[in-house]
C-alpha cells in the first residue's frame, strides 16, 4: 500500500502534459457515455413494444395490466430520451463555454461586494459557487421534475403531490443544502488544504464519520421535514414483525410507519440504524393494499440483507470506492494543464478540480456501476432465497406480484440494459428463482 501510494508524486507529474487538452477529454468521455446509453435504452424500447407477458407471468398477469405497465415503462422511457439529451447538451455546453471559470469569478465579485473581508479566500468562494452553481443547475432541470410529476406520474395516477407540497419541499431542500452543504463542503476544503499531499487519508475518515452521524441524525432531524413517521399500532403485521426481529436476532428498536401516500402511490419498506439499534420503516401504501402476510413476506426479504451482510459489504465496498477516489484526486488536484484547460490561467480551485476529477472519472464509474449492479442482483437473489427459507415462498412471490402491478413496474427487460442499469432482477428472474407456481395456471 505504501509503495502504490509513494508512486502517487510521479503519476502527477506525469499527467500535468502543458498544453494537453483535458477539455476534448472529457466532452469525449461524455458523449461516448450519452451514446452509451442511449443505445442501451433503444434496446430497452424496443422491448417495451412487445404486448405478451414472459411465459414466466402468464395466468400472473393479465393482458391489460401488462399493457398497462409497457405503456407506463414506454412513457418513462421516451422521457427518458429527452431528459438524458437534456443533460448531455446542457453538461457539455457547460464545459464547452467555459462556464465553471465565470461562474467562479462570479462567486468572487459577490464576495468581494457583499461579504465582510474575513470571508474572502478560496474556501468562502467555493461554498458561494457551490451554493449558486446549486441553485442554477436546480433551476434548470426544475421543469424537468414539473413535467415528470405533474404530467407522467399524474397521467398514471401515481402523484399525490400538489403544486404548494412540491414548492415546498423544493425551498426546504436549498435551505438544508445551504445549511448542511456549506459547513461540509467548507470542512471538506480544509482538511485538503491543511493536510496537503496526505489529505485523503483524513478526508475518507471525516465522510465515515459524517456518514454515522447522518444515520442517526435524518430521521431525527430531516426527515420529518418532509414526511410524517409514526409508530405503527398493534396488528398482526406489528406481532409478526416483532416475532421474526426476534427470531433473526435483529436489534429493532422501532418499528415504524411513513405517510408515503403524500406524495406517490408507489409503495416501499427499509430499514436503517446503527448495528445495535435498527428502525423499520413502512410505507402506508404498503400496509393499505397487501395482505399482512405480504408485508411481512417484504420485510422477511428486507432482514435477509441484514443476516447476510449484504449492507455491511456493499458499505465496505462504498469506502474502499471513496477511499480511491481521494488518492486519485490528489494526483489531479495540482494538475496545472488541468485547470488551464478550462480557462483557470494561474488559478487552481481545489474545488473546481474534483469536479473536473470527477468528470475524468466518468469510464471508471461506469464500469464500477455496472460491477455494483451485478452484485446487487445477486444480493437480491440471496434476499429473496432467505424469505423462502423462512417459509415466505408464496407470499413474498404474491407480494412482488402486486408491487409491479400497483407500481406499474417494467416486467420484462433487455438482458444488456438490465444487466447495466438494473440493481433488481426483473420479475420473472425472481419468480423464477424462487420456484414459483401459477397455481391458476396449473388448474
Known amino acids: 500500500m505504501v509503495g502504490i501510494l509513494g508512486f502517487l508524486p510521479t503519476l502527477a507529474q506525469a499527467l500535468d502534459k502543458p498544453g494537453f487538452n483535458w477539455k476534448s477529454l472529457i466532452i469525449g468521455f461524455s458523449t461516448a457515455h450519452y451514446l452509451f446509453e442511449t443505445y442501451l435504452s433503444l434496446r430497452q424500447y424496443r422491448v417495451l413494444q412487445r404486448e405478451s407477458p414472459p411465459k414466466a407471468l402468464e395466468g400472473a398477469v393479465d393482458q391489460e395490466t401488462f399493457l398497462k405497465t409497457q405503456t407506463y415503462s414506454r412513457a418513462k422511457s421516451r422521457f ?65 421534475s414539473i413535467y415528470s410529476t405533474f404530467v407522467l406520474e399524474e397521467k398514471f395516477g401515481f402523484n399525490k403531490q400538489t403544486p404548494s407540497l412540491f414548492i415546498t419541499d423544493f425551498i426546504k431542500t436549498q435551505l438544508l443544502t445551504a445549511v ?94 446503527l448495528p445495535w439499534k435498527k428502525h423499520i420503516v413502512i410505507y402506508d401504501t404498503l400496509i393499505d393494499k397487501f395482505e399482512a402476510d405480504e408485508v411481512v ?104 406480484i402486486k408491487l409491479h402491478i400497483q407500481n406499474l413496474s417494467t416486467m420484462d427487460a433487455d438482458w444488456l440494459y438490465s444487466s447495466y442499469h438494473y440493481s433488481h432482477p426483473i420479475l420473472p428472474e425472481r419468480l423464477q428463482a424462487m420456484g414459483w407456481k401459477n397455481e391458476k395456471k396449473e388448474e
Open 180 to 273: 448542511i452543504g456549506g459547513p461540509l463542503l467548507s470542512a471538506f476544503l480544509k482538511i485538503i488544504i491543511y493536510f496537503g499531499g496526505q489529505f485523503f487519508y483524513y478526508l475518507w475518515l471525516f465522510t465515515l464519520v459524517f456518514q454515522i452521524i447522518a444515520i442517526v441524525v435524518y430521521p431525527i432531524l430531516i426527515q420529518p421535514l418532509f414526511n410524517k413517521v409514526t409508530p405503527m399500532e398493534d396488528g398482526k403485521i406489528k406481532t409478526e414483525v416483532e416475532k421474526l426481529a426476534i427470531e433473526l436476532k435483529f436489534p429493532l428498536k422501532d418499528l415504524f410507519v411513513i405517510d408515503g401516500s403524500k406524495r406517490s402511490a408507489h409503495s416501499n419498506a427499509y430499514f436503517y440504524g
Open 297 to 400: 413476506a417484504v420485510l422477511a426479504h428486507e432482514l435477509g440483507h441484514w443476516a447476510l451482510s449484504h449492507t455491511t459489504k456493499m458499505l465496505i465496498i462504498q469506502q474502499i470506492h471513496l477511499f480511491t477516489i481521494f488518492v486519485l484526486f490528489s494526483v489531479f488536484i495540482n494538475n496545472a494543464s488541468l485547470y488551464q484547460s478550462f480557462g483557470f490561467g494561474g488559478q487552481k480551485p481545489v474545488m473546481i478540480g474534483f469536479i473536473l476529477f470527477s468528470d475524468i472519472l466518468e469510464p471508471l464509474n461506469s464500469v464500477l456501476a455496472f460491477a455494483l449492479s451485478l452484485l446487487s442482483r445477486k444480493h437480491e437473489y440471496e434476499a429473496d432465497a432467505f424469505a423462502v427459507k423462512l417459509n415466505y415462498a408464496m407470499e413474498l412471490s404474491q407480494a412482488l
Open 80 to 144: 427518458g430520451f429527452f431528459s438524458s439529451l437534456y443533460s448531455f447538451l446542457l453538461d457539455t455546453s457547460i464545459v464547452f463555454f467555459d462556464a465553471l471559470p465565470k461562474f467562479w469569478g462570479i462567486a468572487g465579485t459577490v464576495l468581494k461586494l457583499w461579504a465582510p473581508a474575513r470571508f474572502s479566500g478560496q474556501i468562502s468562494q467555493s461554498v458561494v459557487f457551490f451554493l449558486g452553481y446549486n441553485f442554477v443547475s436546480t433551476l434548470l432541470t426544475l421543469p424537468l
